[in-house]
């Protein structure tokens, strides 16, 4: 799964508020409405993008703050549609929603 947004806006890692992107129609039937929880145990609502043939979970760093997750000091070598081969850290993420809910290693990407 893919974390697309959080809430009604995004933030950069910055703190800078952004827009909300829309969903593509196209992926509407794979999009499913979630919850981070933060170590704290608070609730941060998100939109979640499922893609069963991905091989690792990402998730955006416009969406995270350092209480979103736990650092694994990992990091994935993942490869995009355009084949070129990128590092991303590798965190762990709380995730709360209908279809599933658990511990879930993602790596963090700035585009997905």
């Not at 409405?33 to 609502?45: A, E, H, L, M």
């Not at 000091?73 to 929603?97: D, F, K, M, N, Y």
């Not at 279809?99 to 585009?111: I, N, P, Q, T």
Request: hydrophobic share 30%; with cysteine.
């Amino acid at each position: 799964m893919n974390l697309i947004n959080s809430g009604e806006t995004c933030f950069s890692s910055y703190g800078e508020e952004k827009p909300r992107r829309e969903v593509d129609k196209g992926f509407v039937p794979y999009v499913h409405p979630g919850n981070i929880v933060k170590r704290d145990g608070s609730d941060k609502p998100v939109t979640l993008l499922r893609d069963t043939g991905a091989l690792q979970s990402l998730v955006s760093s416009k969406t995270l703050y350092s209480g979103d997750y736990t650092d694994t000091g990992e990091c994935r070598l993942i490869r995009g549609i355009s084949g070129e081969v990128l590092t991303v850290p590798l965190v762990e993420v709380t995730l709360q929603a209908d279809e599933w809910s658990g511990k879930f290693l993602c790596g963090v990407a700035d585009a997905l």
